[in-house]
């Protein structure tokens, strides 16, 4: 390590550039602890309500000084570059996000499974899920401006703001008043499988958490079923499929 490190001011350009990285890091685990624990003492509901007022006054606060910093303005508290966006390269941006999402749980899934296994890392995994869920439920909710018991209609629509929905190719079936069937007709990670002639990652268990938690979520009425998903067998046309409902 090159540099004088008895301070960080004494630190030459590169570490020091290294060095914001690691603080910008420190800062999203802290803020992640923050919720885990609140979570863990006072409950999911707590929160989440927590969690959004903590986050409205965090981000303000963070934009304004980076605004200051990088000299940037704001609009409406939120970065004017933002507005400035061709509307296709904002879309594009919304996908760049999300594949980022979805590399960065495939990592974690990785950093246990290389280390202890992959019993480990599905267990992790489908733990994960039973929390991420609800709260991707909460963030779309709130963002939608959907009532608390939303009914079938208002999942559809949540369904079309997950992560997932921007780089994977979703439909949805409707069977009746009652009940509705989400098929995932192109996964991002399985079809990446496919293509190196692998067989189908057996998500099943993640798949049975993800989808009833997050239906759980936005309606409390809603049952979740599971049609079929890996390593059940599926057709060509879907890899997933889940029936939601409403008695």
Sequence with gaps: MKGNTGEPSSLDRNLKAGLVVDMLT?????YGFWFTEVRHQMGLA???EILEKATEKSISIGLKKFAEFFDFELEDGLPKALFEIENSKIDELM???AKTWLANDGMWFQAIEFKHGMNDA???NDSCWAQFSPYEAFAIKRFLKLEDRC???GLKKALNFRMYSLINKQSIVDEGPQNFVFQMNDCRVQSARKRKKLDDYPCKSAGLVEYTYFARAMDDRIETECIGCPPDVHPDDWFCAWRFSIK
Excluded at 26 to 30: N, P, S
Aim: aromatic share 0%.
């Design 95 to 97: 996908e760049v996000v």
């Design 122 to 124: 599905k267990r992790c």
């Design 151 to 153: 009914g079938l209609e």
């Design 26 to 30: 420190r800062l999203i685990v802290h």
């Design 46 to 48: 707590n929160a989440l």
